[in-house]
């Protein structure tokens, strides 16, 4: 999933249980249209490969994610952005709260698509609202 905040889902994919994250994160990434230039992009460990963080500098983005400690050449990165990843693990948290989703009771992955954009459509109405 790539997000914006809290509160905004950019855009998903699912993937098999079996299926690394960096490789769906890279090509969530490169069939993202309309990718802004120049802003930071929050990445969790799992994507900091040097294949996924070459591919966030060649869209244009800053790569905000520490380097593994066993890294022989360790990068550094912005630690006060990197704190603000606890925003998009609690729109998660949010989607887990739809007890459809967090079991994964749809079979088809068009219906869990749906309901997936069900729960952020109704995330937004209910914050939205007075």
């Known amino acids: 999933m790539v997000a914006a905040n809290d509160r905004c889902a950019l855009?998903?994919?699912?993937?098999?249980g079996n299926a690394h994250d960096g490789?769906?994160?890279r090509r969530l990434l490169s069939d993202w249209k309309n990718?802004?230039?120049?802003?930071?992009?929050?990445?969790?460990?799992?994507?900091e490969g040097?294949?996924?963080?070459?591919?966030?500098?060649?869209?244009?983005f800053e790569p905000v994610?520490?380097?593994?400690s066993n890294r022989l050449n360790p990068w550094p990165y912005n630690r006060e952005i990197y704190k603000r990843?606890?925003?998009?693990?609690r729109l998660?948290?949010?989607?887990?709260?739809?007890?459809r989703?967090?079991?994964?009771?749809?079979?088809?992955?068009?219906?869990?698509k749906a309901f997936i954009h069900f729960a952020l459509i109704f995330d937004m109405i209910c914050v939205n609202t007075p």
């Open 23 to 25: 490789v769906e994160g």
């Open 92 to 99: 998660f948290r949010r989607l887990k709260g739809f007890r």
């Open 85 to 89: 990843r606890n925003e998009i693990e």
């Open 35 to 47: 990718k802004p230039q120049g802003l930071p992009l929050i990445m969790d460990r799992a994507y």
């Open 65 to 68: 994610v520490p380097p593994k």
């Open 101 to 112: 989703i967090f079991s994964r009771f749809e079979k088809l992955d068009i219906m869990f």
């Open 50 to 60: 040097d294949e996924t963080r070459q591919l966030v500098l060649d869209f244009g």
């Open 11 to 16: 855009t998903f994919s699912l993937s098999p």
